[in-house]
């Protein structure tokens, strides 16, 4: 069991940033593939980005690329996302995610993931 803990949301401004983190509880986090999700109020979970164990390949959704960056701090079993040029539709509930399905690779698929924090909100005004 790989237990997860998310923080760094909150509301902010259109134009604003945002830096959320994830945390694992776990001897191994280098071993695990991770990913961020985010679900707003009536809508499905949406892959955000993934990163892989060693932190060198990484993917963004098109509604992100270029606005988010994702990465790992192995030695502190710390996921990031850094969060610029926010704007009302990223506002969601988003969730970190571990999977030790070959992560040598980055994957979008939710299922894929087998651990989940509980997740951060994140509240952007217009």
């Known amino acids: 069991q790989v237990h997860m803990v998310e923080s760094g949301g909150g509301l902010v401004q259109a134009g604003g940033s945002l830096r959320l983190s994830c945390t694992a509880a776990?001897?191994?986090?280098?071993?695990?593939?991770m990913g961020w999700f985010r679900q707003a109020p009536g809508k499905e979970r949406e892959w955000v980005s993934c990163?892989?164990?060693?932190?060198?390949?990484?993917d963004y959704a098109d509604s992100v690329k270029g606005r988010f960056t994702i990465s790992r701090e192995n030695a502190k079993n710390t996921l990031y996302l850094q969060m610029d040029s926010l704007q009302p539709e990223d506002t969601a509930m988003y969730y970190c995610?571990?999977?030790?399905?070959?992560?040598?690779?980055?994957?979008?698929?939710?299922?894929?993931?087998?651990?989940w924090g509980q997740g951060t909100q994140v509240t952007v005004s217009s």
């Open positions: 776990v001897l191994t986090f280098d071993a695990y593939a």
């Open positions: 995610a571990a999977t030790l399905y070959d992560s040598s690779g980055c994957y979008f698929r939710p299922e894929t993931y087998k651990y």
């Open positions: 990163i892989n164990r060693g932190g060198r390949t990484a």
